[in-house]
């Protein structure tokens, strides 16, 4: 049981520590940082220049409580079903085993509704911090006093038509839309559902400060996401368990534990983000020695000393936890504290000019002006091999992907269970190509060159996916990952394992999955998106960017595994048909290819058709070179799937003629035998003898 001490009151000096914490340290830090001095020039006043980086770190406060509170409830906190004990939405799990026994200990679950709450509330805070922040910002831009603000007509100005101000208003309008989902969402799939949309909220809140102006503005991008997300996730996930304190009653142990894994890789995700975006600004060693060096060097102090306090507290408090849960508020109240100055420090940071602004040079290139960076050499072979462009959110992916693939595997190894090592290796590949086909020569003259954007989607859509559908990922993890049933008795909350068997089963997973789905989606998904605007907005923006990776990664996918696959999902049609799909989607591929090798108008001409190369063919011609691409690249593994889906064929009608064999062996062959009986019928009856 939970003592007096884990009381409602000691959840709201939790927050109150949180909030004083990072306001007792951003004064002194914004008045280091000289933020808050009066300019020259559009002085707006002491009022909107010290109640700027107030708004900035109270809303980013709220914003990860948001963000944390409903990570809680989407795969941390225990949860009761609607029935007391099994949840009546969940879907069976194929792999479990029958008849296995329940472990001791009943689930509270009362903390889980009460998180939804606590999102609520954070995220009306949010909304509001919001609409002061971008009011302020205006006032700081236009550089007016607080009263002439309100009154200008230029604000409405300010969020139509400037890129920052939009921003900065899209961001009021998705947490105004999570404030009222959180209070209406019942079922960890509304749940989920809302984190991905405070994720999209931090991702147009990485599109401003120093990001937005950076001559690496798409690495400072991808790199702000990271560090942004995951900071959220760790800073408002712990506040929120702090707020949540009173309510987790003998959850308190299991909460702790498995949000104690999840911190562990928001800190890889804070310290590799952040060491990115100190290397794009602070210009050489000499930067350490600035204002914003100075501040970045407290930063990384105060992130190591959460680092070490969050080991100690996994290694030393947590065990305590089951007979000491006071223990827990008293090492979360140091982090809570910690956490404060952090995120104070970090709101002064992005107040701060950087030693290296990456503003953009005197005298740019085409190239330049179109894509934000510069034109990169002739293209050779051994810069093919060699060059890089960092995207950190598709860079960490494949990293994380390698790293928990071996850990799954050496789970299974360590209880004694095989796993082959063939796919292990196809993973491993696959990861490669992927980091290569997203951070290296693929990425870098996919920009410039349509020749080269079809070698990297058709590497995304088409070589990747077979690796991937060879290693058996989803089967890996449904036998490596724990289940929650084996947890707290009667828990229906969602863990890794658990939200995997719902994306699989559930009836858009099946959909999606279905082979004739997958293939018309892998074959047409290509016309959609080259000729219409998606193709645009992929080039310029980096949002649109990694919703092409994603799409095209996981429609080869799913097309793939419901041809040569392992993984459960698809009902998989006979290999006849799987044949004629492939031979389908073989002569879509051909048309597409002829069509772009034909074609004497230029997709997205205002891209392509402005960079001013010195080397290379005309755009006219890289884009029916890309066609050529599109149709040899796209055969050759379409191909190797045609061998793939025959070798399986010849195999099953081996595995069904042993089988056959093994039962005539045992039992006699009835079939055989009715017809010999017939055979002797007839011949009695055609001879009278």
Not at 46 to 65: F, M
Not at 374 to 392: K, Q
Request: glycine share 10%; net charge positive; aromatic share 8%.
């Amino acid at each position: 049981m939970v003592g007096p001490a884990l009381t409602s009151r000691t959840a709201v000096r939790n927050g109150v520590v949180l909030v004083a914490a990072a306001l007792v340290v951003l004064v002194p830090a914004v008045l280091w940082a000289g933020v808050v001095l009066a300019p020259t020039l559009g002085d707006p006043g002491a009022l909107v220049r010290w109640a700027l980086p107030v708004s900035a770190t109270l809303g980013e406060l709220a914003g990860a409580v948001t963000l944390g509170a409903l990570t809680l409830a989407a795969c941390v906190l225990p949860r009761r079903g609607p029935t007391g004990g099994r949840d009546a939405t969940a879907l069976p799990d194929p792999t479990a085993e029958p008849g296995a026994a329940a472990v001791p200990g009943a689930v509270d679950g009362r903390a889980w509704p009460l998180a939804t709450r606590v999102a609520g509330g954070a995220a009306a805070a949010w909304t509001v911090l919001g609409i002061v922040h971008l009011v302020l910002v205006y006032a700081s831009v236009a550089g007016q006093q607080l009263s002439q603000t309100v009154a200008e007509q230029g604000l409405m100005v300010f969020v139509l038509d400037v890129d920052l101000g939009r921003t900065l208003a899209s961001v009021v309008l998705v947490a105004a839309v999570v404030t009222a989902l959180s209070s209406l969402v019942a079922t960890p799939t509304g749940v989920g559902w809302t984190v991905l949309l405070v994720v999209v909220a931090l991702w147009q809140q990485a599109q401003t400060g120093h990001a937005a102006g950076t001559i690496s503005h798409h690495l400072a991008t991808s790199s702000m996401v990271v560090h942004l997300v995951s900071a959220a996730v760790w800073v408002g996930g712990l506040a929120a368990l702090a707020l949540l304190i009173g309510r987790l009653g003998s959850d308190l142990t299991a909460a702790v534990g498995r949000f104690s894994v999840l911190a562990g890789w928001c800190t890889a995700g804070v310290v590799v983000s952040g060491l990115v975006n100190a290397w794009i600004r602070l210009g050489g060693v000499a930067g350490l020695g600035s204002r914003w060096g100075v501040l970045l060097l407290v930063k990384a102090g105060l992130v190591v000393v959460l680092g070490l306090l969050g080991l100690v507290h996994r290694r030393r408090t947590m065990p305590l936890l089951a007979d000491r849960p006071a223990l827990f508020w008293r090492v979360a109240l140091v982090e809570l504290a910690v956490m404060g100055a952090v995120s104070a420090v970090a709101v002064a940071l992005g107040s701060t000019a950087p030693p290296d602004p990456g503003t953009t040079p005197t005298d740019p290139t085409p190239a330049y002006l179109v894509t934000g960076s510069p034109l990169p050499p002739e293209p050779t072979t051994w810069h093919w091999l060699t060059l890089t462009s960092l995207d950190l959110v598709t860079a960490s992916a494949a990293v994380a992907g390698v790293v928990v693939y071996l850990r799954w595997v050496h789970r299974l190894h360590r209880r004694g269970d095989a796993w082959p090592w063939v796919r292990t290796a196809s993973w491993l590949v696959g990861m490669t190509v992927f980091w290569w086909a997203t951070n290296g020569g693929a990425a870098v003259y996919g920009h410039v060159l349509f020749s080269a954007h079809m070698v990297q989607h058709m590497v995304l859509a088409t070589v990747i996916p077979i690796f991937l559908a060879l290693s058996a990922p989803v089967t890996l993890a449904l036998r490596a990952l724990p289940s929650r049933a084996a947890g707290l008795r009667g828990d229906v909350s969602r863990g890794p394992r658990e939200w995997l068997l719902v994306l699989v089963g559930s009836r858009w997973g099946r959909f999606l999955a279905n082979p004739i789905v997958a293939a018309a989606n892998f074959a047409f998904s290509m016309v959609v998106f080259y000729y219409t605007d998606v193709f645009a907005w992929a080039l310029a923006d980096p949002v649109g960017h990694l919703v092409m990776v994603v799409h095209f990664s996981l429609a080869g996918y799913l097309f793939a595994n419901a041809l040569v696959g392992i993984d459960p999902g698809p009902t998989r049609p006979s290999y006849p048909l799987r044949l004629v799909l492939l031979f389908a989607t073989m002569g879509f591929h051909a048309f597409f290819g002829v069509t772009l090798q034909s074609s004497t108008a230029l997709l997205v001409a205002d891209w392509f058709g402005l960079m001013g190369r010195p080397w290379g063919p005309s755009a006219l011609v890289d884009q029916q070179l890309g066609g050529s691409v599109a149709w040899g690249i796209g055969e050759l593994p379409t191909l190797a799937l045609a061998i793939g889906v025959a070798f399986a064929w010849s195999r099953d009608d081996e595995r069904t003629a042993r089988r056959r064999d093994r039962r005539v062996d045992q039992a006699g062959d009835p079939e055989l035998d009715e017809y010999n009986a017939m055979l002797e019928r007839l011949s009695a009856r055609d001879d009278p003898r």
